[in-house]
């Protein structure tokens, strides 16, 4: 929205730098050809002495004689007629930065040579952390100062002296939060000011000292953490009208303290963008007077109601941002609204997505001028208006995640030649569009996902060599991959063909997904009839998914795989077989690395422990063998290890419980393993689920089972084990995905997938080993269990009282035991059980009346109380 005014600017400093350069003197009068000032020349270098400089971005400064004219080194220029120094931009470009050339170390004080300078800019480097550089604030003759990102600071109240400033940029250039800014209120030359991501929390002056600023066109304070302007203050000040550009998004800033001040300053205000604050009530009228605004974003608030009817008599409004709020009302109303006056015509990009609009769309042919509709994630409904297929300017058009119906078809896109971006993602529309079909337009982003569109692969997809982003997940596909699939596009970021039947093989991917994208890549084709080998995956991936396909054949291929950026590999439910590679030491980024249901041999490599970062490892239902590494002691960043139905042995190593202590799940079950349960396990204090069953595991249950502290709380916020990262689909676009964790929990006679409600589930399995002794007092802290399983072990004594205590239980075996004595009545405290098994022991005495028990309502709980008439158990 900024960058043009940013040019406009940066042309302002240009052009006071060439003014300079005009005034005639008297060596421009002798034609010598002025080099550069020898004191200037050596200051540089002093300052390029502090500076770390690995990828050689000043080798153009040197002592040299080819290097003498300082005039001429990168990001140096002079007055043609005195010789001194008037700009020094040592900028890194975003690219660069990308590629980490950028220049690091200290700024030196030698900059005070400069004394003609007008212009510098620093911007987007690494210095460190070393004091800005108060004497900036003695370089009397800056008009331009760029500290942007990168030089962290204590703030420069020392700037105060530079009262000639127009144009100051210290965005995110301070780590501390900064406290008065008085000093700025001496800027009176101030044309542009930003001080976004820096921490404002305790400059309570903030708007006092902008409301001085009367030369300010453009005012940035994104991110800041604003404290809120007090309403009665506003009045006090002679506010600043001049204001055009005005962002103060990111602020949490409550209406009551941001409305008064803005319609005071309403006519000149060209850009304003008030994003992700805490607005809320319906959208005030007095935006009207705000006559000549091109841009308003208002995303990202609480507001509520309907778009007000004077929208439509905006005659300048080409931009309106609202979504992400809570707007509702036909959106038919809305285009009524809208189409009622001049902005009609004007409006280019209307952003409505994530509120609460109804009913269907309705004729929208009269938006001649519209590039952007996003009304996804609403309510809206009907089949899809012909007119949309009228907005021949249309770049975006997002609809995805309401409730359209019907057919789309090849004529809808026959004028949309310049779309770019399209996502009909989660609707119930199909897809009409013939095999020979050449669309009109070359599209970047393309989400088709559960649309209807199969069973064929679509083959005018062919024609689109510009994809950057493909979702054809869930569409219904059975058919063969066509070989130019591949190839496609080299753009391709994002690739979801996922939820299909689609059949082949995988080509070479690792060369067509090159290492040129930036970003990372994201492939999920999992849930398909993918079969062979799986060749070399691209090393720039962050996401792969192949799971649930017929891939066969051994991993080695992840050994030719040195440096990558991998966050998320699942592999789980193929035909994958043969050893584990012992190559992990590059795959320190992996996040998540399932191998799940595979046919996997042979032992954990010692390598993997190198996955310092991962925090889920499933290797469930294989064919591994042998001990548990010691080296996997180092993933301490692990919550979820499932090691379940393969063929370990040796005892539980204690390690687990001294280093693995983020645990959230742990499950050895069905291995071999023997010996004690080490005391060591009580460490795990966020365990939620821990299975030891069926092994051979012999000794007591450890008393200090109570430390497992995450069993002891009744409740749990978050119903999901999820580990999310941000995906990006370049250019700058992305979105949070979330690895949501599953696992196989045996649970009231069979074996369930958690997956959506994992993060709720507390449970205690240890059924069928060797154990015996009593059970600990101490368990019956664990009033968070929702399941407790000690079947089929040799445990003896009498059931304790206390078992009431654990209220939130659902499910209790304690069947095939040596149990004795007689059965608690503090089991009908138990209102929740849905499974009580006691069968198998030495118990007397009824089951207990109680609510639950007693009432045997099939119909709400699936009531399974087995009993053992040989074993005097009398159900009441
Ligand atoms: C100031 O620096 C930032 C970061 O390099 C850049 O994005 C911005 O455009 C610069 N300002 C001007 C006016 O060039
Ligand atoms: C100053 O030098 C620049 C190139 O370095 C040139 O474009 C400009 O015309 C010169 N100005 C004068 C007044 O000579
Ligand atoms: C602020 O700058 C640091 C580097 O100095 C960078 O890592 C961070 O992403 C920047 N934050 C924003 C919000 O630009
Ligand atoms: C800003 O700084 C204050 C302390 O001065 C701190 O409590 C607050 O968390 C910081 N806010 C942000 C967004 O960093
Ligand atoms: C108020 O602002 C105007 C410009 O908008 C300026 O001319 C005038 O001097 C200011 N008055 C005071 C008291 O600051
Ligand atoms: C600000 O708005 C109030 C109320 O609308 C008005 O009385 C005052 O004159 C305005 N101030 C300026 C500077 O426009
Ligand atoms: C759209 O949804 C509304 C309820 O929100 C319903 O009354 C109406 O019948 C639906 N229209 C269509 C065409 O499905
Ligand atoms: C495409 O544009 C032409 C000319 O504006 C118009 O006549 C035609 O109806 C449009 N086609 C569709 C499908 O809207
Ligand atoms: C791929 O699509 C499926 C189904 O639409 C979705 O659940 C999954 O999250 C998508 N994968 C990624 C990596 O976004
Ligand atoms: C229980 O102990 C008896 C002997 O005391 C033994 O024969 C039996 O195998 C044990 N059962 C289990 C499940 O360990």
New binding site residues.
């Given amino acids: 929205m900024s960058s043009k005014l940013f040019l406009l600017f940066e042309n302002i400093a240009l052009f006071s730098v060439l003014f300079f350069q005009l005034k005639p003197t008297i060596a421009d009068s002798n034609k010598k050809t002025i080099k550069c000032i020898d004191e200037e020349r050596e200051a540089l270098l002093t300052f390029k002495q502090s500076l770390v400089d690995e990828h050689g971005v000043l080798s153009s400064w040197g002592r040299q004689d080819d290097k003498i004219d300082c005039c001429k080194w990168r990001g140096v220029r002079c007055s043609n007629t005195t010789g001194h120094i008037k700009v020094l931009n040592l900028r890194t470009s975003d690219k660069e930065n990308a590629q980490r050339k950028v220049l690091k170390g200290t700024i030196s004080p030698a900059l005070l040579e400069l004394h003609d300078i007008r212009h510098l800019d620093l911007s987007n480097n690494?210095f460190s952390a070393s004091p800005v550089p108060k004497f900036l604030g003695s370089l009397s003759k800056l008009r331009y100062l760029n500290l942007s990102?990168?030089t962290?600071s204590e703030f420069p109240r020392k700037l105060r002296d530079l009262s000639g400033l127009e144009y100051l940029n210290l965005?995110?250039s301070s780590l501390f939060s900064v406290g008065s800014l008085e000093w700025l209120s001496r800027l009176y030359s101030l044309r542009h000011l930003d001080l976004s991501?820096i921490n404002l929390t305790k400059s309570s002056d903030w708007f006092q000292v902008v409301a001085k600023l009367h030369s300010l066109k453009t005012l940035v304070l994104r991110?800041c953490a604003l404290p809120p302007i007090n309403p009665s203050f506003i009045w006090h000040f002679n506010l600043s009208t001049s204001i055009e550009n005005l962002d103060l998004s990111d602020n949490n800033l409550p209406s009551s303290s941001v409305y008064p001040w803005l319609f005071n300053l309403s006519r000149n205000i060209l850009y304003l963008d008030l994003g992700s604050n805490s607005l809320r009530g319906s959208i005030p009228e007095a935006f009207q007077h705000m006559v000549s605004l091109k841009s308003l974003d208002l995303s990202d608030s609480e507001l509520e109601g309907g778009i007000p009817k004077f929208f439509g008599n905006m005659c300048s409004l080409q931009k309106l941002d609202l979504p992400q709020n809570k707007l509702s009302g036909q959106f038919s109303q809305v285009i009524q609204h809208l189409s009622g006056g001049c902005v009609v015509n004007s409006l280019e990009r209307l952003y409505l997505s994530y509120n609460d609009f109804t009913g269907p769309v309705p004729h929208l042919g009269g938006f001649s001028s519209l590039e952007a509709l996003m009304l996804g994630v609403n309510r809206l409904n009907g089949t899809i208006d012909k007119s949309l297929s009228q907005l021949s300017k249309l770049e975006s058009l997002s609809l995805r995640m309401n409730s359209f119906t019907g057919v789309i078809s090849e004529t809808f896109f026959s004028n949309m030649s310049n779309l770019q971006m399209l996502d009909l993602k989660e609707n119930s529309l199909t897809l009409k569009l013939s095999h020979d079909w050449v669309p009109p337009f070359q599209l970047k982003w393309l989400s088709l996902a559960s649309c209807k569109m199969g069973p064929h692969f679509p083959k005018w997809l062919q024609t689109q060599n510009q994809l950057v982003l493909l979702d054809i997940s869930n569409v219904g596909i059975s058919d063969s991959i066509p070989d130019w699939f591949w190839d496609l596009s080299s753009e391709l970021s994002y690739l979801n063909l996922s939820n299909n039947h689609i059949k082949g093989k995988l080509p070479e991917l690792s060369l067509r997904f090159d290492g040129t994208r930036s970003g990372g890549t994201s492939i999920d084709i999992n849930s398909n009839h993918f079969e062979g080998p799986i060749p070399p995956l691209p090393s720039n991936s962050l996401f792969l998914n192949l799971s649930k396909n017929k891939f066969s054949g051994s991993v080695s291929f992840l050994c030719s795989i040195s440096e990558n950026t991998w966050n998320f590999l699942d592999l789980s439910s193929n035909l994958l077989s043969g050893g584990l590679p012992d190559c992990w030491l590059h795959f320190d980024s992996l996040f998540v690395l399932n191998l799940a249901n595979n046919r996997f041999s042979g032992q954990i490599p010692d390598s993997m422990g190198f996955l310092n970062n991962i925090r889920t490892l499933n290797l469930h239902n294989n064919r591994l063998t042998g001990e548990l590494p010691s080296s996997l002691r180092n993933c301490s960043q692990l919550r979820v290890l499932d090691l379940g139905k393969n063929t370990f042995f040796g005892e539980i190593p204690t390690w687990i419980g001294e280093s693995l202590q983020n645990l959230i799940v742990l499950s050895l079950k069905s291995n071999n393993f023997h010996g004690n349960i080490p005391y060591q396990l009580c460490h795990l204090g966020f365990i939620q689920v821990l299975d030891l069953s069926f092994n051979i595991i012999s000794g007591k249950i450890p008393k200090c089972f109570n430390n497992f502290s995450a069993m002891t709380y009744e409740r749990c916020s978050n119903p999901t084990i999820g580990f999310g990262k941000y995906i990006l689909v370049p250019p700058g676009t992305g979105y949070y995905y979330k690895y949501l964790v599953n696992l196989l929990l045996t649970w009231k006679g069979s074996e369930n997938e958690y997956k959506s409600t994992l993060g709720l589930v507390r449970c205690l399995d240890l059924s069928s080993n060797k154990l015996d002794g009593a059970i600990p007092e101490e368990i019956m802290d664990l009033v968070g269990l929702i399941a407790l399983n000690l079947s089929r072990n040799n445990l003896t004594g009498p059931i304790t009282p206390k078992i009431g205590e654990l209220t939130s239980l659902d499910f209790l075996d304690l069947s095939r035991n040596l149990f004795s004595g007689s059965i608690p009545s503090s089991l009908s405290q138990l209102s929740g059980l849905g499974v009580l098994d006691l069968s198998y022991n030495n118990l007397s005495g009824k089951i207990p009346l109680g609510t639950q028990l007693q009432s045997f309502n099939a119909s709400v709980y699936e009531i399974l109380v087995k009993f053992d008439l040989f074993l005097h158990i009398l159900v009441q």
């Fill in positions: 690494h990102c990168g962290p965005e995110n991501y991110s």
